[in-house]
């Protein structure tokens, strides 16, 4: 099974700053990498698929970049929507699998 | 407007069985592939189970495999997960999700139900 490391697994941030999380596979995943955003007692929702694709809807700050094994989401100007925790997953081959998660907290 | 409800949770005792419904509108639900994801309390998040627009392919993940069943009936526009043997492990928030196309990252999520088994 191919394995998802996220990092950091917390991250402390204030409104405006550039945020960046990674995520690394165990072998490579090509482009197939989603990335989601979750908040408290909500469902995730999707942000980025194919590892750079925005999905529709979603803010332009939020981009996403990688290919291969190594993946990062990018927050250009972190707003108070924001604080919440984010997961990427691949699907490049069965199991899917996700990252552990990144909780961006408020600084 | 797409929308993805579950319903069929609730406590259950380690060994037992339990059946989620998940409805579907605002799409034409027979052309998508369907999963559920797990999400055990304070944990991350778990692939469960996948199945395509036909219920031609079926995949599940290693943890569930034998004791929970993945199925559809796309005349009611609703996806099921037959729970059975259920463990401690399993208690989690059940979501339903949709999958775009041939991938199977998920576009919609339902708003998950929770099992929680328990003595």
């Known amino acids: 099974d191919i394995q998802m490391t996220q990092s950091p697994s917390t991250l402390s941030a204030s409104v405006g700053d550039r945020v960046t999380i990674t995520c690394r596979a165990s072998q490579s995943i090509s482009s197939w990498l989603a990335w989601y955003q979750q908040k408290p007692g909500k469902a995730p929702k999707l942000l980025i698929y194919k590892a750079s694709s925005l999905e529709s809807g979603v803010p332009s700050r939020f981009s996403g970049s990688g290919s291969g094994t190594e993946f990062t989401l990018t927050i250009s100007s972190l707003q108070p929507d924001d604080f919440a925790t984010y997961y990427c997953?691949?699907?490049?081959?069965?199991?899917?699998?996700f990252g552990q998660g990144t909780k961006v907290e408020i600084k | 407007e797409v929308q993805l409800v579950e319903s069929g949770g609730g406590l259950v005792q380690p060994g037992g069985s339990l059946r989620l419904s998940c409805a579907a509108s605002?799409?034409?639900?027979?052309?998508?592939?369907m999963n559920w994801v797990r999400q055990a309390p304070g944990k991350g998040l778990e692939w469960v189970s996948y199945?395509?627009?036909?219920?031609?392919?079926?995949y599940y993940a290693e943890s569930v495999k034998g004791r929970f069943t993945i199925s559809r009936d796309n005349a009611k526009n609703s996806l099921y997960l037959q729970m059975n043997s259920l463990r401690d492990e399993d208690t989690a928030v059940y979501y339903c999700?949709?999958?775009?196309?041939?991938?199977?990252?998920?576009?919609?999520w339902g708003q998950g139900t929770l099992v929680t088994v328990s003595s």
């Open positions: 605002g799409f034409t639900f027979s052309s998508y592939s």
């Open positions: 199945i395509t627009s036909s219920s031609s392919t079926i």
């Open positions: 997953q691949h699907y490049n081959s069965y199991p899917w699998t």
């Open positions: 999700a949709r999958v775009p196309g041939s991938y199977a990252f998920c576009d919609y």
